[in-house]
């Protein structure tokens, strides 16, 4: 979801694996990063992550979110490594953070924008070592500098649509759908997952992506579906259990008629 209504300012320390961690993840992530949806493994480790001590006000949202069918779709389990796009305060993030264990390991990423709304939430949740395999990046999305072939999940969660919405007083959009993916794709490992899940709008002309972006916060998923294909990407299936039939995909989802209620849909894509 958009933050773009909050405003703080302040630097992000960075939280860094200890080097024991980092190669204990080596030799996990080869057991682990294609382990198939469904695995005992996988969804034990989810169980766990979502029965854990969760930060404030966390555990409330795990219904409305299908947390649990998210993760499962995502394919992330012990000995991972994922990234967190536009994580915001970084609900997710903490999910998976305790889902791919001390052998795995998290980016959660935010732009300036982003990183400068969800300040508060974020230094409390990741600050003291409190996740020690979280690492915080706060970068311009277009510029994203990840390692080649280190990543095995990437998630964006209600975000997707944010590349083509422009902030107010900004004369570009947040990013650039091809740059941002060339960027993941790169950072994939073959056979990497990338999961989106957004607000579904209705059919869109692609020249007016940026337009119903800005109105409403929403994504055509054909839109989302071609952007993948055309950078590279294999469509790997959807999922259907965020559908609100009721939602009629023209309003803006901060409307109280539809907030938290949007029909949405979930996508994922494998690196070749």
């Not at 395999?133 to 994203?144: C, F, G, H, I, V």
């Not at 500098?145 to 422009?166: G, M, N, P």
């Not at 869109?204 to 109105?215: G, H, I």
């Not at 009721?246 to 938290?260: G, W």
């Amino acid at each position: 979801m958009s933050l773009q209504s909050q405003l703080a300012k302040s630097e992000i320390n960075m939280l860094y694996r200890s080097c024991a961690g980092f190669l204990l993840g080596l030799v996990a992530a080869a057991s682990f990063a294609q382990a198939p949806t469904g695995s005992k493994a996988s969804l034990s480790a989810i169980d766990a992550a979502l029965a854990a001590e969760r930060y404030p006000g966390d555990r409330e949202q795990d219904a409305r979110r299908k947390a649990r069918e998210v993760l499962t779709f995502l394919e992330i389990g012990p000995g991972q490594q994922a990234l967190d796009f536009y994580s915001g305060p970084g609900y997710y993030s903490e999910l998976m953070s305790r889902v791919v264990g001390p052998t795995g390991g998290v980016f959660v990423y935010n732009n300036e924008l982003y990183a400068q709304a969800a300040h508060h939430d974020l230094m409390k949740r990741f600050g003291r070592g409190r996740l020690p395999n979280a690492k915080l990046l706060r970068e311009s999305s277009n510029y994203l500098k990840l390692q080649a072939e280190s990543l095995d999940r990437v998630i964006f969660v209600l975000v997707y649509h944010d590349l083509y919405w422009t902030p107010r007083g900004s004369p570009d959009t947040m990013g650039d759908a091809q740059k941002v993916l060339g960027i993941l794709r790169n950072a994939l490992r073959p056979g990497g997952l990338v999961v989106v899940v957004d607000h579904v709008a209705n059919e869109t002309p692609r020249e007016n992506l940026v337009a119903v972006a800005n109105r409403t916060h929403r994504i055509d998923p054909r839109a989302v579906r071609f952007d993948f294909e055309q950078a590279g990407f294999e469509f790997a299936g959807e999922s259907d259990v965020l559908k609100n039939q009721a939602d009629p995909h023209t309003t803006s989802v901060f409307d109280t008629s539809v907030r938290n209620r949007t029909d949405q849909f979930i996508y994922k894509f494998r690196k070749p």
